[in-house]
């Protein structure tokens, strides 16, 4: 059974600072989302990484994927006040009735001026 | 284009009622699916479809039933409502293109009293 675990679950960061979210997962699997939520509102999708090595960056957001390490890390650069959010991976597998993601706790991360 | 749409979007039951959850989308997607997300725990997969007419169980599937009748449409039933199904319901669709990217609906919010 895939499990996935973010850490850290809370994150409280100063603007312009740098971070990282990390997720690992048990099993193989051949997909990693990273998604981001706002309070009371749906998940937003930010990225998918499909292949080892993968890295896919938008703004001040840069994700990347190492398959054998069965990890991937969401890297904030100089972070801003705008990335507070919830911030989730999701790992998916190919079962015999077709594909599923599991997804980890989320990471809260509060980015303070 | 609508993408994914959920009805409705607030609902409150009293214990051992029933309801339908609906969840349509219009991007022509093969999977459907159906969490849970109570504070804390993330996104829990109920029920799934990889395709109209098929459905497949997920983590969290007692006490749920699924039905795709029509490939746009993934209605999840409570049968009888318990306190412990309060929680929000988010639907999802993929495509099962090469892009593999999963678009969420906004969410229902049940309270089973």
């Known amino acids: 059974e895939l499990k996935v675990e973010q850490n850290p679950l809370f994150l409280s960061m100063q603007e312009g600072k740098n971070y990282t979210i990390y997720c690992n997962y048990s099993?193989?699997?051949?997909?990693l989302y990273w998604y981001r939520q706002d309070p009371g509102k749906s998940l937003e999708s930010l990225f998918v990484?499909?292949?080892?090595?993968a890295v896919k960056q938008e703004g001040r957001l840069m994700a990347s994927l190492d398959t054998k390490a069965r990890l991937s890390t969401l890297h904030i650069t100089a972070a801003v006040h705008d990335l507070s959010a919830t911030y989730f991976c999701a790992a998916a597998t190919q079962e015999t009735s077709g594909s599923r993601l599991t997804f980890g706790e989320g990471t809260q991360l509060t980015v303070n001026p | 284009n609508a993408g994914v749409t959920q009805t409705p979007k607030f609902r409150v039951l009293k214990t051992g009622q029933s309801m339908t959850l609906l969840c349509a989308q219009d991007?022509?997607?093969?999977?459907m699916y159906w969490y849970r997300q109570d504070p804390g725990m993330g996104l829990r997969l109920i029920h799934y479809?990889?395709?109209?007419?098929?459905?497949a169980k997920g983590e969290v599937p007692d006490g749920y039933n699924v039905s795709r009748l029509k490939k746009q449409n993934f209605l999840l039933g409570l049968e009888s409502a318990a306190p412990s199904q309060t929680s929000v319901y988010f639907c999802a669709s993929l495509s099962g293109r090469s892009d593999n990217e999963q678009f969420f609906g906004p969410g229902t919010r049940l309270t089973v009293l």
């Open positions: 479809s990889v395709g109209e007419g098929t459905t």
């Open positions: 099993t193989t699997s051949d997909r």
């Open positions: 991007m022509n997607h093969e999977y």
């Open positions: 990484l499909l292949s080892n090595g």
